[in-house]
């Protein structure tokens, strides 16, 4: 049977091709390994001075000498003059005595990994003038944007600020006074490229920026703003600035502990987050060029120590958390948070003094409710009161899991992840010697000595972390010390005779194996030569889905994940009936799963080495075609997922091992084997535990545990969940463009859908979604506990969070692509639906901070309507400008029937011009409500014309009509344009509100007879008004009615229609009245006081003449509506009197043929 396997001998020099190691040697000169060295243990190089060794770290000189300069000042100064420094990320250190600025390169560390030349000069600038004492913290030197001499920004303890453009020029400076009130300043931090932070002792902070205007250059200050509405209430908490107002005649004492910066590296422009730690409260800023400072959250950090020493110091001695007094002593920026330095006693019980390191998650959407980690320190002291400067004067630094704490006297090297572990001591002051300045370059520890000058400390061998970060390029170079202990490490258990099988195997998947072996080995030109006649190369790789190499690279990466430890041997059976790869000699699980993920990194360095890496086209997972790079990603999520899960043991074992029992089933664990190790060997399965947690709490939601107890058990599930969750994104976001695909077959062939957002059993999408109901209904809704339903609101954003950037993920990656559309809608309810719980229970900030981030402007509109706040409603008008968000909140105000509220909104004359182009642009399509902008922005005619066309078109309500009417009149008469045209106007619009008045006039009786809503009258034309006013059902209708009906024929523009009215009208006239009951004896007399003559009478009184306005006679005895009254003799005698009556009356001729 075949082999394929990984062997202890990957390093040897034989091989099936015959190649030694002597061949590769070539390619790695002494400089390239010495910088090696560099890269793992920290060591600037050979010939730095040792100064110091202890049995963990070793202390050696630290790039260039000390400029004359600095070292005179050291010799000289007189010991009453203050003397501090700095030094820089980027190799620039500055030295601080009395008014004195000395400013040199120390270090040299170029982006592009090449070293230049080091500028040794050192430069003096003079400080400004100040009656305090200065100190390096006040002064920043940084290099500005494109180019090559450093500036520098000094502050005076009493905020004289001064800006040198350039430290070679220092007569060319521009000062201004920060206006402080008396404050004193603290530190200065550099955010380059937005300037700098000066904060001052009682913890004002302000944002110090140099300009160029005009080719002059100039600096600006401004206090960080706290936001007003659905911020402003932070600000009450706590004074000064941050903590109240520079303009406050009274500022509050609360001292400043630390400013610390950091910048984001996801973002693609520039950002920084400014943590601010003062009195007992920590404040998370974020700046980002171009937009105003955003605060996003503050705590309460006193209470989260108060119960972490509590459960540490406490439980030894008893004290009461009331009676212990903490200190904050120092901050620092750590993986994924902050770390604080703390120092406590409790005086009522002991004068012990403790240290501890907490560790602060702050880079989630939510402030933190604990410290994450909290790690007591072995070095303590005893507490005098006259002792408390120095116990307290403590700092730190921090590097990887190493903290060094320091001070003028003292440095000690700390464990801050595990409590217990020996601290390393580090004595190499002599008694006129001490540390002036601590920092962190580019991640090397270095301090500056009285008399060493600058230091750096390091650890005395290669650790497991420094070969877990080790490059592909750092294996093929590494010499043969480094080559073996990688070996040591990896510890593949594969022979020489067993490689070269596996090399000659038929199996393309073994095959691939043997050349990652080799590569590992460094015998490169075998690893090509196997990797070329599998997969020879081509100029142009056609890719496509589910190729023989995307399946092959896939299988051996899942395998690697997937591998049996080596070491263990009660896995012995199962290897030999298995294929193994065996990667890990370990017998530790979490041992096993680092080896796991650093053979995994080694493998995707093999791919981009021997070029496979840009052959990789897509493949099918879960039903769906994802690029095979972003396949190799969720394999990796998956190991930083199942070590986080591993780390979890310690504090929810019980729960992780009920889910690892549920996960392996019905699987033997034989040999002494546990269900842990069945789980954690196999990674690629680690979501199933994840989904059992899930499915665990949903059974004791339904169990019959207390309401308490079901809400504790679905907070510590969601513990676990997050914790592991967010420890894969945050790695998958750190990777996002080492596995980032490219190329138009990915956009045009693949979707990526993560495993954290896939449904089914596959993915988590259903397991989280079900977790997010749980916690809302049976957590956040059913406990009253307020720290416990604030944790469930936390959880809520983070569980939405990871869904939503999942699908939206997924939703990004189908752009151009035929479903897009359908996943846009689905994506939008789902959208909606996990946010909106947030906006029912009142937690709108939650909800803001998700809405702001995945754009649901429906429910940041709803979340300003609620809170009535119209400046955050602008403000999100002007930050998603680019996205139409003005356009969606008009749409929505009609949407929802609130025109009204729209104009209220917009009406302002303070509103930015942008907001009022885009509602003028809006309302173009919306004349209903354009013509009240017209009205506001004095356009009076256009507002008539637009009102006038409204009124025209209006059908369903009279009283719209006439309201639309009288408003285009009037704003016709406002606009005081008096030419022939706005007569014209006029003219039109006393006529057409004449019409309307002819309606209002119709007696509601006749309307309600015909079925009209008289509440809701619709709009009836000329016609149907004429015939409402002479209908049967108008019965008490009198001459001055039908005498409407003739006028309302004006506004009938049919000719034909119009006689045929007219017509209608005389002859409902004659038929109103009994025209055979007239006494014959005086015909002319009684005739008057029928209503066909009164018509007719009130007709020519108005003017109009009888021949024009009467129908012509033998119409009349010919009209078929008159039945059989026409051919009554007595009635044709009447009518023809009434008619002789009115010609001779009105000498009109003969009307008969008229």
Same mark, same amino acid.
């Given at each position: 049977?075949?082999?394929?396997?990984?062997?202890?001998?990957?390093?040897?020099?034989?091989?099936?091709?015959?190649?030694?190691?002597?061949?590769?040697?070539?390619?790695?000169?002494?400089?390239?390994?010495?910088?090696?060295?560099?890269?793992?243990?920290?060591?600037?190089?050979?010939?730095?001075?040792?100064?110091?060794?202890?049995?963990?770290?070793?202390?050696?000189?630290?790039?260039?000498?000390?400029?004359?300069?600095?070292?005179?000042?050291?010799?000289?100064?007189?010991?009453?003059?203050?003397?501090?420094?700095?030094?820089?990320?980027?190799?620039?250190?500055?030295?601080?005595?009395?008014?004195?600025?000395?400013?040199?390169?120390?270090?040299?560390?170029?982006?592009?990994?090449?070293?230049?030349?080091?500028?040794?000069?050192?430069?003096?600038?003079?400080?400004?003038?100040?009656?305090?004492?200065?100190?390096?913290?006040?002064?920043?030197?940084?290099?500005?944007?494109?180019?090559?001499?450093?500036?520098?920004?000094?502050?005076?303890?009493?905020?004289?600020?001064?800006?040198?453009?350039?430290?070679?020029?220092?007569?060319?400076?521009?000062?201004?006074?920060?206006?402080?009130?008396?404050?004193?300043?603290?530190?200065?931090?550099?955010?380059?490229?937005?300037?700098?932070?000066?904060?001052?002792?009682?913890?004002?902070?302000?944002?110090?920026?140099?300009?160029?205007?005009?080719?002059?250059?100039?600096?600006?200050?401004?206090?960080?703003?706290?936001?007003?509405?659905?911020?402003?209430?932070?600000?009450?908490?706590?004074?000064?600035?941050?903590?109240?107002?520079?303009?406050?005649?009274?500022?509050?004492?609360?001292?400043?502990?630390?400013?610390?910066?950091?910048?984001?590296?996801?973002?693609?422009?520039?950002?920084?987050?400014?943590?601010?730690?003062?009195?007992?409260?920590?404040?998370?800023?974020?700046?980002?060029?171009?937009?105003?400072?955003?605060?996003?959250?503050?705590?309460?950090?006193?209470?989260?120590?108060?119960?972490?020493?509590?459960?540490?110091?406490?439980?030894?001695?008893?004290?009461?958390?009331?009676?212990?007094?903490?200190?904050?002593?120092?901050?620092?920026?750590?993986?994924?948070?902050?770390?604080?330095?703390?120092?406590?006693?409790?005086?009522?019980?002991?004068?012990?003094?403790?240290?501890?390191?907490?560790?602060?998650?702050?880079?989630?959407?939510?402030?933190?409710?604990?410290?994450?980690?909290?790690?007591?320190?072995?070095?303590?002291?005893?507490?005098?009161?006259?002792?408390?400067?120095?116990?307290?004067?403590?700092?730190?630094?921090?590097?990887?899991?190493?903290?060094?704490?320091?001070?003028?006297?003292?440095?000690?090297?700390?464990?801050?992840?595990?409590?217990?572990?020996?601290?390393?001591?580090?004595?190499?002051?002599?008694?006129?010697?001490?540390?002036?300045?601590?920092?962190?370059?580019?991640?090397?520890?270095?301090?500056?000595?009285?008399?060493?000058?600058?230091?750096?400390?390091?650890?005395?061998?290669?650790?497991?972390?420094?070969?877990?970060?080790?490059?592909?390029?750092?294996?093929?170079?590494?010499?043969?010390? %480094? &080559? @073996?202990?990688? /070996? =040591?490490?990896?510890?593949?258990? +594969?022979?020489?005779?067993? #490689?070269?099988?596996?090399?000659?195997?038929?199996?393309?998947?073994?095959?691939?194996?043997?050349?990652?072996?080799?590569?590992?080995?460094?015998?490169?030109?075998?690893?090509?030569?196997?990797?070329?006649?599998?997969?020879?190369?081509?100029?142009?790789?056609?890719?496509?889905?589910?190729?023989?190499?995307?399946?092959?690279?896939?299988?051996?990466?899942?395998?690697?994940?997937?591998?049996?430890?080596?070491?263990?041997?009660?896995?012995?059976?199962?290897?030999?009936?298995?294929?193994?790869?065996?990667?890990?000699?370990?017998?530790?699980?979490?041992?096993?799963?680092?080896?796991?993920?650093?053979?995994?990194?080694?493998?995707?360095?093999?791919?981009?080495?021997?070029?496979?890496?840009?052959?990789?086209?897509?493949?099918?997972?879960?039903?769906?075609?994802?690029? %095979? &790079? @972003?396949?190799? /990603? =969720?394999?990796?999520?998956?190991? +930083?997922?199942?070590?986080? #899960?591993?780390?979890?043991?310690?504090?929810?074992?019980?729960?992780?091992?009920?889910?690892?029992?549920?996960?392996?089933?019905?699987?033997?664990?034989?040999?002494?084997?546990?269900?842990?190790?069945?789980?954690?060997?196999?990674?690629?399965?680690?979501?199933?535990?994840?989904?059992?947690?899930?499915?665990?709490?949903?059974?004791?939601?339904?169990?019959?545990?207390?309401?308490?107890?079901?809400?504790?058990?679905?907070?510590?599930?969601?513990?676990?969940?997050?914790?592991?969750?967010?420890?894969?994104?945050?790695?998958?976001?750190?990777?996002?463009?080492?596995?980032?695909?490219?190329?138009?077959?990915?956009?045009?062939?693949?979707?990526?859908?993560?495993?954290?957002?896939?449904?089914?059993?596959?993915?988590?999408?259903?397991?989280?979604?079900?977790?997010?109901?749980? &916690?809302?209904?049976?957590?956040?809704?059913?406990?009253?506990?307020?720290?416990?339903?604030?944790?469930?609101?936390?959880?809520?954003?983070?569980?939405?969070?990871?869904?939503?950037?999942?699908?939206?993920?997924?939703?990004?990656?189908?752009?151009?692509?035929?479903?897009?559309?359908?996943?846009?809608?689905?994506?939008?309810?789902?959208?909606?639906?996990?946010?909106?719980?947030?906006?029912?229970?009142?937690?709108?900030?939650?909800?803001?901070?998700?809405?702001?981030?995945?754009?649901?402007?429906?429910?940041?509109?709803?979340?300003?309507?609620?809170?009535?706040?119209?400046?955050?409603?602008?403000?999100?008008?002007?930050?998603?400008?680019?996205?139409?968000?003005?356009?969606?909140?008009?749409?929505?105000?009609?949407?929802?029937?609130?025109?009204?509220?729209?104009?209220?909104?917009?009406?302002?004359?303070?509103?930015?011009?942008?907001?009022?182009?885009?509602?003028?642009?809006?309302?173009?399509?919306?004349?209903?409500?354009?013509?009240?902008?017209?009205?506001?922005?004095?356009?009076?005619?256009?507002?008539?014309?637009?009102?006038?066309?409204?009124?025209?078109?209006?059908?369903?309500?009279?009283?719209?009509?006439?309201?639309?009417?009288?408003?285009?009149?009037?704003?016709?008469?406002?606009?005081?344009?008096?030419?022939?045209?706005?007569?014209?106007?006029?003219?039109?619009?006393?006529?057409?509100?004449?019409?309307?008045?002819?309606?209002?006039?119709?007696?509601?009786?006749?309307?309600?007879?015909?079925?009209?809503?008289?509440?809701?009258?619709?709009?009836?034309?000329?016609?149907?008004?004429?015939?409402?006013?002479?209908?049967?059902?108008?019965?008490?209708?009198?001459?001055?009615?039908?005498?409407?009906?003739?006028?309302?024929?004006?506004?009938?523009?049919?000719?034909?229609?119009?006689?045929?009215?007219?017509?209608?009208?005389?002859?409902?006239?004659?038929?109103?009245?009994?025209?055979?009951?007239?006494?014959?004896?005086?015909?002319?007399?009684?005739?008057?006081?029928?209503?066909?003559?009164?018509?007719?009478?009130?007709?020519?009184?108005?003017?109009?003449?009888?021949?024009?306005?009467?129908?012509?006679?033998?119409?009349?005895?010919?009209?078929?509506?008159?039945?059989?009254?026409?051919?009554?003799?007595?009635?044709?005698?009447?009518?023809?009197?009434?008619?002789?009556?009115?010609?001779?009356?009105?000498?009109?001729?003969?009307?008969?043929?008229?």
């Amino acid at each position: 049977m075949e082999k394929s396997g990984f062997g202890s001998s990957v390093l040897s020099s034989k091989s099936r091709f015959g190649l030694s190691s002597g061949r590769r040697s070539g390619i790695l000169n002494s400089s390239r390994r010495q910088s090696l060295k560099l890269n793992l243990s920290g060591k600037a190089s050979q010939t730095n001075q040792v100064i110091f060794r202890s049995h963990l770290h070793v202390v050696e000189s630290f790039g260039t000498t000390l400029p004359v300069l600095v070292r005179e000042a050291l010799t000289f100064t007189d010991k009453n003059v203050a003397v501090s420094v700095q030094i820089s990320n980027d190799g620039w250190a500055w030295f601080v005595c009395g008014r004195r600025l000395l400013i040199w390169q120390c270090k040299q560390l170029s982006e592009d990994g090449r070293r230049r030349v080091t500028n040794s000069q050192c430069r003096e600038l003079t400080l400004p003038s100040s009656d305090l004492a200065y100190r390096a913290e006040l002064v920043v030197v940084f290099t500005p944007v494109g180019g090559q001499v450093p500036s520098c920004i000094a502050v005076s303890p009493e905020g004289l600020i001064r800006y040198w453009p350039s430290i070679t020029h220092e007569g060319s400076s521009i000062e201004m006074n920060a206006d402080l009130q008396g404050q004193e300043c603290d530190s200065l931090t550099d955010i380059s490229p937005l300037g700098c932070i000066l904060a001052t002792t009682t913890a004002t902070v302000v944002l110090v920026q140099p300009q160029m205007t005009g080719g002059r250059h100039s600096i600006a200050c401004r206090p960080l703003k706290l936001p007003h509405g659905w911020l402003g209430g932070i600000s009450k908490l706590i004074p000064s600035l941050i903590f109240g107002s520079l303009q406050s005649s009274h500022i509050m004492e609360t001292k400043l502990v630390k400013v610390t910066a950091v910048r984001n590296p996801a973002y693609e422009g520039c950002e920084w987050v400014l943590y601010v730690l003062a009195g007992h409260t920590l404040q998370k800023w974020v700046l980002i060029k171009g937009e105003l400072e955003r605060l996003i959250f503050e705590c309460d950090v006193n209470r989260f120590a108060v119960d972490a020493f509590q459960k540490t110091i406490g439980e030894h001695c008893g004290g009461n958390p009331n009676e212990i007094q903490v200190w904050f002593l120092d901050m620092q920026p750590s993986e994924g948070g902050i770390a604080i330095l703390l120092g406590a006693t409790i005086t009522q019980i002991s004068p012990q003094f403790y240290y501890a390191l907490g560790t602060l998650t702050t880079d989630t959407v939510t402030q933190p409710s604990r410290f994450d980690k909290f790690c007591p320190l072995n070095n303590t002291g005893f507490y005098r009161e006259t002792d408390e400067p120095d116990l307290t004067s403590y700092k730190f630094l921090l590097t990887g899991t190493t903290a060094f704490l320091y001070k003028s006297k003292a440095l000690v090297a700390v464990s801050a992840t595990n409590y217990g572990e020996e601290s390393d001591k580090i004595e190499f002051f002599s008694q006129n010697d001490e540390i002036l300045g601590a920092a962190l370059c580019r991640g090397i520890p270095i301090f500056f000595s009285k008399e060493h000058g600058i230091i750096s400390v390091t650890n005395s061998d290669i650790s497991r972390h420094d070969l877990s970060i080790m490059s592909a390029s750092d294996i093929a170079i590494a010499d043969h010390s %480094t &080559t @073996s202990l990688i /070996s =040591e490490q990896v510890n593949l258990p +594969v022979t020489d005779m067993e #490689l070269e099988e596996m090399s000659l195997s038929k199996d393309s998947i073994t095959q691939m194996k043997a050349a990652f072996l080799y590569y590992i080995r460094r015998n490169s030109e075998t690893a090509e030569g196997i990797v070329n006649s599998l997969f020879p190369y081509e100029e142009e790789p056609a890719m496509d889905v589910d190729a023989p190499l995307d399946v092959i690279v896939s299988r051996v990466c899942m395998d690697l994940i997937n591998d049996i430890p080596a070491g263990d041997p009660r896995w012995a059976p199962i290897r030999r009936s298995e294929i193994s790869i065996s990667s890990s000699s370990s017998l530790q699980i979490l041992n096993q799963l680092e080896d796991k993920q650093r053979a995994v990194e080694w493998f995707f360095s093999f791919l981009r080495e021997t070029k496979l890496w840009e052959r990789l086209g897509g493949i099918t997972v879960r039903e769906t075609v994802m690029a %095979t &790079t @972003s396949v190799l /990603s =969720e394999y990796s999520e998956k190991i +930083v997922a199942a070590i986080t #899960l591993k780390n979890l043991h310690s504090r929810y074992g019980n729960l992780i091992e009920q889910c690892i029992k549920s996960v392996v089933g019905s699987e033997k664990a034989e040999h002494g084997l546990t269900c842990q190790d069945l789980f954690y060997r196999e990674v690629s399965r680690v979501h199933e535990c994840l989904r059992a947690l899930t499915q665990w709490s949903d059974d004791i939601v339904h169990s019959e545990k207390r309401p308490q107890e079901i809400a504790y058990g679905i907070s510590d599930a969601n513990s676990v969940l997050l914790a592991v969750l967010q420890e894969a994104i945050e790695w998958r976001k750190k990777k996002k463009d080492y596995f980032a695909t490219r190329g138009p077959f990915v956009s045009k062939s693949c979707e990526y859908l993560p495993w954290t957002a896939a449904p089914g059993s596959e993915g988590l999408r259903d397991s989280l979604t079900l977790q997010h109901s749980l &916690t809302l209904k049976y957590g956040a809704r059913a406990v009253g506990e307020l720290e416990l339903k604030t944790r469930f609101y936390e959880n809520l954003v983070i569980i939405s969070d990871i869904i939503l950037d999942g699908r939206r993920s997924h939703l990004e990656s189908l752009k151009g692509k035929a479903k897009y559309e359908a996943m846009l809608h689905q994506y939008e309810h789902s959208r909606t639906s996990i946010i909106k719980p947030f906006l029912v229970d009142e937690e709108y900030e939650r909800a803001a901070i998700l809405a702001e981030k995945y754009l649901d402007f429906h429910i940041l509109i709803q979340i300003c309507e609620m809170t009535d706040n119209i400046e955050r409603l602008d403000n999100y008008c002007e930050k998603y400008a680019d996205e139409n968000f003005s356009r969606y909140l008009f749409n929505w105000y009609i949407r929802e029937r609130k025109p009204g509220r729209l104009l209220q909104q917009f009406r302002s004359r303070s509103k930015p011009q942008r907001q009022k182009r885009d509602l003028s642009q809006f309302l173009g399509d919306h004349p209903s409500l354009s013509w009240i902008n017209n009205i506001f922005t004095y356009q009076f005619k256009q507002a008539s014309n637009t009102l006038h066309t409204l009124a025209k078109e209006e059908t369903e309500l009279i009283s719209r009509k006439k309201t639309m009417l009288s408003l285009a009149k009037l704003s016709l008469l406002a606009s005081n344009e008096t030419d022939h045209t706005e007569e014209s106007k006029l003219n039109e619009l006393d006529s057409e509100l004449e019409l309307v008045a002819h309606q209002e006039d119709l007696p509601e009786k006749v309307l309600e007879a015909y079925g009209y809503d008289v509440s809701k009258l619709g709009v009836l034309t000329a016609a149907e008004l004429i015939k409402l006013y002479i209908c049967e059902e108008n019965e008490y209708a009198t001459e001055v009615d039908f005498k409407k009906a003739l006028d309302l024929l004006d506004y009938v523009e049919d000719d034909l229609e119009r006689n045929e009215l007219r017509h209608s009208i005389w002859c409902q006239a004659i038929l109103r009245d009994s025209w055979t009951e007239i006494d014959s004896d005086s015909p002319s007399e009684n005739i008057l006081n029928l209503l066909f003559f009164k018509l007719a009478d009130i007709v020519e009184f108005m003017g109009g003449s009888p021949e024009e306005f009467l129908p012509p006679l033998e119409y009349i005895l010919q009209a078929p509506e008159l039945g059989a009254l026409k051919e009554d003799r007595h009635f044709q005698y009447l009518i023809r009197v009434g008619y002789e009556h009115f010609l001779k009356t009105s000498n009109c001729g003969d009307l008969s043929m008229n």
